[in-house]
């Protein structure tokens, strides 16, 4: 009876950093591409690489940190889902989804960046780059975002119920 009761104590569904971390692994593939359209286009990075090649240094070198950033994402948006009064709402999951995952990714495409070589030596040539990660990071952000607000919905539909009555 007391696990029942810490079940619906809960503010945000068990599962939450799990769920928005194996989401988060998109970014890295993406945010490979995205630098090898940057480097085809504006010049910054190895245009003769392949996008197949870029998405593996990406999860090599930012799949744990994508890992991570998902998870606190999901959990961000839960709780901040969580604290508002009233049903969750999808503009508010998504605009925290999206801006969240979104700046972590800026650092994802740097730390994919890196290693692929042929960086800008002037600090201001690191802007495509941190564009190029920003746009990459909107789609699983977004994913993150409407995934935890299902979730959230759920979870505060199940909290608001009556517990359900069990023979002793």
């Avoid at 090898?36 to 870029?54: C, K, M, P």
């Avoid at 995934?147 to 119920?161: D, E, G, W």
Wanted: net charge positive; glycine share 12%; hydrophobic share 55%.
């Amino acid at each position: 009876m007391q696990a029942d009761a810490g079940a619906h104590a809960r503010k945000v569904p068990r599962a939450t950093f799990l769920l928005g971390a194996l989401i988060g692994l998109a970014a890295p593939p993406l945010v490979g591409v995205a630098l090898l359209l940057l480097a085809r286009t504006v010049g910054i990075g190895d245009a003769a690489s392949t996008a197949e090649r870029n998405a593996h240094f990406a999860l090599l070198f930012a799949g744990l940190p994508a890992l991570l950033s998902g998870g606190g994402v999901a959990r961000l948006v839960a709780h901040r889902l969580a604290e508002r009064a009233g049903p969750p709402r999808l503009r508010t999951a998504l605009a925290l989804g999206v801006s969240a995952m979104a700046l972590a990714s800026i650092g994802l495409a740097i730390l994919t960046a890196v290693p692929l070589g042929e960086l800008p030596e002037e600090p201001l040539g690191f802007a495509p780059i941190a564009a190029a990660g920003l746009v990459a990071g909107m789609l699983p952000g977004a994913t993150i975002g409407l995934i935890t607000l299902l979730r959230q919905r759920r979870h505060q539909a199940l909290r608001a119920a009556p517990p359900s009555e069990t023979p002793p």
